[in-house]
């Protein structure tokens, strides 16, 4: 990056001396050689040459901010962190549905491949093989993509001095981000992983437990195979397992043989246990319902909030009805994000075509100063 100040131009001008610069192709520019423009009233900045007749050169590069060789730093950054451990990979600025030049880096690593999203241009293939998504620091994830898949990457870069430093963040659901520098990241089995990963992986709750008959080595009594169930079904609730608690309730009915004051305690505990069942079962219906009416209402701010409820909280034993809310919701949820993206490249492209409306009116206003169009005669 070219230093902002005149007295740093001075410094950078001596210390590349011998340097020629040129307007990148990877930058979307015309690849037209450039020189440097030092101002004491206002920024300096890169120019390019005038043309054979010293007429002002028009390019079509539509991005010159900070952020717009960012792809270039990411590429460079991740070379040296790979060589820095004897490792290798392919990278490919690609331009998937013609977005711009710098929007997507593809990195291949042996075993593995990244896709980073510097920008919304691209919508990410969360379930696409073959690559994994790192988002932009401005790309919005829902949150049942969290839920879904425990954490996304993102990346961001900061300026430091004339270059960008590449930062890996981890989001996991109700989880703040995590920032760490590319040394303390790892390429594993799972993709790309930061401290953050592991803390998360140790963090999710076991699954619930599967039932599976007793591999019987000794004979158990049935009182203290009570105290077993009951257990469980203590542990069920605690940890809202419905469907685990529902068949312990069932194990239980099937137990015979056993005391009188232990029957007495199965029997309170399956009535405490099939209320409490059926209050969650009440409330399961009752998002559902709400969800079908959000869904029905086009409301994607309540379909979004209803849908990560329902998945962080009723996620299996789904009925066939409930099957198709949720598919419902997760369909308008995807045709939101397709409109949003669609809004999002309409902008950029109109932000684009006013960018270059601007550079020819600057170019026409430099040439008149210049006198080019003295000679014309304007008829009447």
């Not at 960012?70 to 549905?97: I, M, N, Q, T």
């Not at 940890?239 to 194990?251: I, K, L, P, R, Y």
């Not at 995807?334 to 490249?345: F, G, K, L, S």
Request: aromatic fraction near 6%; glycine fraction near 6%; charged fraction near 25%.
């Amino acid at each position: 990056m070219l230093p902002l100040e005149a007295i740093e131009l001075d410094a950078f001008r001596r210390r590349h001396s011998d340097h020629t610069f040129w307007c990148g192709l990877l930058l979307g520019g015309c690849g037209g050689q450039l020189t440097t423009k030092l101002y004491t009233d206002r920024i300096c900045h890169f120019a390019h040459n005038p043309g054979a007749e010293g007429h002002s050169h028009l390019c079509g590069r539509s991005s010159r901010g900070v952020s717009s060789a960012d792809h270039l730093y990411v590429k460079s950054a991740a070379v040296a962190w790979l060589r820095a451990r004897g490792e290798g990979a392919d990278f490919d600025f690609a331009r998937p549905g013609g977005a711009p030049i710098g929007s997507v880096v593809d990195i291949r690593f042996q075993h593995a491949a990244l896709r980073v999203h510097l920008d919304g241009e691209v919508v990410p293939a969360w379930d696409e093989e073959g690559h994994e998504p790192v988002l932009g620091a401005s790309v919005p994830v829902d949150q049942d993509m969290l839920i879904r898949r425990w954490y996304v990457h993102r990346i961001r870069l900061d300026s430091q001095g004339t270059t960008r430093q590449v930062q890996i963040g981890t989001e996991a659901f109700a989880r703040p981000t995590e920032w760490f520098g590319l040394d303390e990241c790892e390429v594993t089995q799972r993709g790309l992983s930061t401290p953050a990963v592991e803390r998360i992986v140790a963090s999710r709750s076991a699954p619930p437990p599967r039932w599976s008959p007793a591999k019987t080595r000794k004979a158990v009594s049935p009182d203290a195979r009570a105290w077993a169930l009951l257990s469980r079904l203590n542990d069920a609730r605690n940890f809202a397992w419905e469907g685990t608690a529902s068949h312990v309730c069932w194990e239980i009915a099937r137990l015979d043989e056993v005391s009188q004051h232990v029957r007495e305690q199965l029997d309170a505990a399956v009535e405490e246990t099939r209320g409490w069942l059926e209050e969650k079962a009440e409330e399961r219906r009752e998002l559902f319902s709400q969800l079908d009416q959000a869904v029905s209402a086009q409301d994607t701010a309540r379909v979004r909030k209803l849908l990560t409820s329902i998945n962080t909280t009723a996620p299996d034993d789904r009925t066939k009805d409930e099957h198709a809310v949720a598919d419902r919701a997760a369909e308008h949820l995807a045709a939101a994000a397709r409109a949003t993206q669609e809004r999002i490249v309409a902008r950029n492209t109109a932000a684009r075509a006013a960018s270059d409306a601007s550079s020819r009116v600057a170019s026409i206003l430099n040439n008149l100063r210049r006198g080019k169009y003295e000679d014309l005669v304007l008829q009447p």
